[in-house]
Nanobody
Framework: QVQLVESGGGSVQAGGSLRLSCAAS????????MGWFRQVPGKEREGVAA???????????YYADSVKGRFTVSRDNGKNANYLQMINVSPEDSAMYYC?????????????????WGQGTQVTVSS
């Protein structure tokens, strides 16, 4: 049973940076996707980034257009974790951030294609 736990959220000023972590356990698939999503109240959850792992190698990375050049997703095999490094953040990046797991999503940045979710970590960016 896959379990995900996010951490690293908090408050930051516009232009600052933050790194979110997602600790994963219980997965056995050789190929899997770890996605990062965010949601603000009253809006749909949106995909931010996704990282594809083939055995222990990063096979591919996806980013939403809104975060390209500012957010970087990475992984650490030894810690069974993946990270979302956020730089030059703006108030529009304020949201609850979730990591999620899927074996083979048809759409890597679509929340509907992910099966397992963490509890989320809040990011608040002040202007």
């Amino acid at each position: 049973q896959v379990q995900l736990v996010e951490s690293g959220g908090g408050s930051v000023q516009a232009g600052g940076s933050l790194r979110l972590s997602c600790a994963a356990s219980g997965y056995t698939d050789s190929t899997y996707y770890m996605g990062w999503f965010r949601q603000v109240p009253g809006k749909e959850r949106e995909g931010v980034a996704a990282i594809v792992t083939f055995y222990t190698v990063t096979a591919r990375i996806y980013y939403a257009d809104s975060v390209k050049g500012r957010f970087t997703v990475s992984r650490d095999n030894g810690k069974n974790a993946n990270y979302l490094q956020m730089i030059n953040v703006s108030p529009e990046d304020s949201a609850m951030y979730y990591c999620a797991y899927s074996v083979r999503p048809a759409r890597p940045l679509s929340p509907a294609d992910y099966d397992v979710w963490g509890q989320g970590t809040q990011v608040t960016v002040s202007s």
